[in-house]
């Protein structure tokens, strides 16, 4: 799957509100409604797997210390207040979390590519991320639980057991081509978030200049 999405890859990391974010440029208000937009794919991909934990195939990727629902709605709890829930979900996160339930059913294969393109990223890139929004924003601990993972000791070496079992998984497939191209398509669909969480944050802006 690396290969195979290496240059969606790069443009997700070019892409609306993730390029803000890389570059520390990124507003609190999109930040906010960035977060408010990525529960739903959490939501959808944590019940995919917990519905399917007890198969060969999605067992062993259906770790609780890599679930981040919860730490989502901590944060968005503490950096936007009881009223995150009434912030706009985009279509363009419907979508994606649609996307996300989708690729539960059946024996739940195509849940591979989505456990790959959000779990590896978060023990990943969300590092980083985790240390340009404290900076930017001067957000503490409490506000930063999505990037934490305190049940995991060594986060490198965890990660790479984590790429193991998704190898491991993917050779109990017959074919691979449908979860290599659902896992370019949730590439797509976060590009397509990010973009929207963007242009959304830019008509506010314009609206109350």
């Given at each position: 799957?690396?290969?195979?999405?290496?240059?969606?890859?790069?443009?997700?990391?070019?892409?609306?509100v993730?390029?803000?974010?890389?570059r520390?440029?990124?507003?609190?208000?999109?930040?906010?409604?960035?977060?408010?937009?990525?529960?739903?794919?959490y939501?959808?991909?944590?019940?995919?797997?917990?519905?399917?934990?007890d198969?060969l195939?999605?067992?062993?990727?259906?770790?609780?210390?890599?679930?981040?629902?919860?730490?989502?709605?901590?944060?968005l709890?503490?950096?936007a207040g009881?009223?995150?829930?009434?912030?706009?979900?985009?279509?363009?996160?419907?979508s994606?979390?649609?996307?996300?339930d989708?690729?539960?059913?059946?024996?739940?294969a195509?849940?591979?590519?989505?456990?790959?393109?959000?779990?590896?990223?978060?023990?990943?890139?969300?590092?980083?991320?985790?240390r340009?929004?404290?900076?930017?924003?001067?957000?503490?601990?409490?506000?930063?639980?999505?990037?934490?993972f305190?049940?995991i000791?060594d986060?490198?070496?965890?990660?790479?057991?984590?790429?193991?079992?998704l190898?491991?998984?993917g050779?109990?497939?017959?074919?691979?081509?449908?979860?290599i191209?659902?896992?370019?398509?949730?590439?797509?669909?976060?590009?397509?978030?990010?973009?929207?969480?963007?242009?959304?944050?830019?008509?506010?802006?314009?609206?109350?200049?």
């Open positions: 799957m690396a290969q195979a999405t290496r240059d969606l890859h790069a443009a997700a990391e070019g892409s609306g993730v390029a803000q974010m890389l520390g440029s990124i507003t609190r208000a999109g930040y906010v409604l960035y977060l408010r937009n990525l529960l739903p794919a939501l959808a991909l944590e019940s995919g797997l917990v519905r399917h934990r198969s195939l999605i067992g062993p990727i259906c770790l609780a210390e890599t679930f981040r629902v919860a730490p989502l709605q901590a944060d709890a503490a950096i009881p009223g995150w829930a009434d912030l706009a979900v985009l279509p363009e996160a419907a994606y979390a649609a996307a996300i989708a690729a539960g059913d059946g024996d739940g195509l849940l591979l590519a989505h456990a790959y393109t959000r779990v590896l990223g978060d023990l990943s890139g969300g590092q980083m991320l985790a340009v929004m404290a900076g930017l924003f001067g957000l503490g601990p409490l506000s930063l639980q999505f990037y934490r305190p049940e000791a986060l490198a070496g965890f990660k790479a057991g984590y790429r193991a079992r190898d491991e998984s050779a109990m497939l017959a074919c691979t081509a449908r979860v191209d659902a896992a370019r398509s949730a590439f797509e669909h976060n590009i397509a978030l990010s973009e929207a969480v963007a242009g959304a944050v830019a008509v506010c802006e314009r609206e109350m200049e």
